[in-house]
Antibody, heavy 121, light 109 residues
Framework: QVQLVQSGSELKKPGASVKVSCKAS????????MNWVRQAPGQGLEWMGW????????TYAQGFTGRFVFSLDTSVSTAYLQISSLKAEDTAVYYC??????????????WGQGTLVTVSS | SSELTQDPAVSVALGQTVRITCQGDSLRSYYASWYQQKPGQAPVLVIY???NRPSGIPDRFSGSSSGNTASLTITGAQAEDEADYYC????????????FGTGTKVTVL
C-alpha cells in the first residue's frame, strides 16, 4: 500500500535550518511528483510547491522562494524540504503529498502524516 | 495568484444534507478537488475531478461545479463527517499550478 512517512517534529532556534524528509513506499517513486503543503497553527492549507521526481526540477509558489529548497534522493524514494534562516513565522506543520493530478484538476491522493516545525528562541 | 473562497463555517443536523461551496475564477476552467481534515490529522482526499471518489470514501460525498463555484455535498451527514474541508484547484493566473481554498469548518449537530 502507498505510504508517505515523514520525519519527526523539530524544535529550532531562529536563524537555524531544518530538513524534513518524506519517505515513499508502495509505488514507483519517480512516477509521481511530490507536493509540499504548509499549515500554520490554526490556519488553512497553503501550497508551497512541488518537485518533479523524474527530473528533480522544483517549482516554488510565491512566498516560498529563496529560503525553501525541495530535493530528492531517488535511491531511497525520499523527498526533502529544507528551510534555512528560520523565522518564528515558519512554525507550522509541513506535509508532503503525492501528485496524481490531471490537466483539469489537482489530485493529492496520498499525504504524509505531517512534520511540526517549531521555531522558538 | 488566484483565490478560492469558502464560507468559514457551516452546521448540519445529523442525517441531513449540507453543501460546502468554493468560489474562484479558476473554477471556470478547472475542476476542484476536496479534502477533509480532522483535528491533528493529515488531510484526506474525498472528491477529485468532475465527481470522483477515491476508494474508501462513502458515497454520501459528492461534488459538482457551475460557473465559478464548486460544491461538495454531504448527503446524510454523520457525526464522523465533522471536520475542516478544503477545496483545491489549478491556478489559472499562471503564477503557479495549485491553490487551496480558505477552508470550511463543518459541525454536525
Amino acid at each position: 500500500q502507498v505510504q508517505l512517512v515523514q520525519s519527526g517534529s523539530e524544535l529550532k532556534k531562529p536563524g537555524a535550518s531544518v530538513k524534513v524528509s518524506c519517505k515513499a513506499s508502495g509505488y514507483t517513486f519517480t512516477s509521481y511528483a511530490m507536493n509540499w503543503v504548509r499549515q500554520a497553527p490554526g490556519q488553512g492549507l497553503e501550497w508551497m510547491g512541488w518537485i518533479n521526481t523524474n527530473t528533480g526540477n522544483p517549482t516554488y509558489a510565491q512566498g516560498f522562494t529563496g529560503r525553501f529548497v525541495f530535493s530528492l534522493d531517488t535511491s531511497v524514494s525520499t523527498a526533502y524540504l529544507q528551510i534555512s534562516s528560520l523565522k518564528a513565522e515558519d512554525t507550522a506543520v509541513y506535509y508532503c503529498a503525492r501528485d496524481h493530478s490531471s490537466s483539469w484538476y489537482p489530485n493529492f491522493d496520498y499525504w504524509g502524516q505531517g512534520t511540526l516545525v517549531t521555531v522558538s528562541s | 495568484s488566484s483565490e478560492l473562497t469558502q464560507d468559514p463555517a457551516v452546521s448540519v443536523a445529523l442525517g441531513q444534507t449540507v453543501r460546502i461551496t468554493c468560489q474562484g475564477d479558476s473554477l471556470r476552467s478547472y475542476y476542484a478537488s476536496w479534502y477533509q481534515q480532522k483535528p491533528g490529522q493529515a488531510p484526506v482526499l474525498v472528491i477529485y475531478g468532475k465527481n470522483n471518489r477515491p476508494s474508501g470514501i462513502p458515497d454520501r460525498f459528492s461534488g459538482s461545479s457551475s460557473g465559478n463555484t464548486a460544491s461538495l455535498t454531504i448527503t446524510g451527514a454523520q457525526a464522523e463527517d465533522e471536520a475542516d474541508y478544503y477545496c483545491n484547484s489549478r491556478d489559472s493566473s499562471g503564477n503557479h499550478p495549485y491553490v487551496f481554498g480558505t477552508g470550511t469548518k463543518v459541525t454536525v449537530l
